[in-house]
């Protein structure tokens, strides 16, 4: 079943989703060559704590980290370790926050340093597809229309999308109803309505769509070998077009 929220839930979500950007932030700001993935994780953890807030990932179904921080061909899910950043490397990072029982999510993927110009211009098409997803979350509209215009973009830059994980709605769970795909077809799917909440969140591969999941059973990656992109917002659906939840106050 896919629930409403009011106006005053959803900017109960804006908190946590102001909480989220601003951890993304600080994630961004420190990732470096050098750096290890487990301090990132610790760091997002006590500034999530710090200010009221949840790590939403640590604990759901066993997962063991605040952050999913998955490198070049990982594609989401990586867990945190004692892996060092390294210059040129493409970073995506993930992080959820529950602010009063109420949950927002949102990933960028990261440039360490210098990157090849292939691996700049998969960034750049996945950031367009996710605002491309965005622009069509809005009443009146069906989730067919994010997909679709999530995976057209993609595809005609020559990428491919993920088919095995999806986007998800959002809310007083970290998922709910109704699964957000990134391939679909235009005017079809549930109707989008005002006070729909989602997590709409390109995964885009540079190679085929294909994935395989790694023995510590998390990390996803590319069965190419090739480099994948994960960007994510948590979105409202409004009578006025799409509301960002995970941006900063007073940010865009």
Known sequence: MIVVKTPEQIEKMRVAGN????????????????????????????????????????????????????????VVHGIPGERELREGQIVSVDVGVCWQGWYADAARTLQIGPVPAAAARLLLVTQEALRRGIAQARHGNRLGDISAAVQTHAEENGYSVVRDLVGHGIGRKMHEEPQVPNFGRPHTGPELKPGMVLAIEPMINAGAARIQFDADKWTVRTVDGSLSAHFEHTVAVTDNGPDILTVVAGGV
């Open 19 to 74: 909480l989220v950007a601003q951890t993304l932030d600080l994630v961004e700001a420190t990732g470096r060559p050098g750096v290890k993935t487990a301090a990132l994780d610790a760091m997002a953890e006590e500034f999530i704590r710090s200010h009221g807030g949840e790590p939403a990932f640590k604990g759901y179904l066993d997962y063991p980290a605040t952050l999913c921080i998955s490198i070049d061909d990982e």
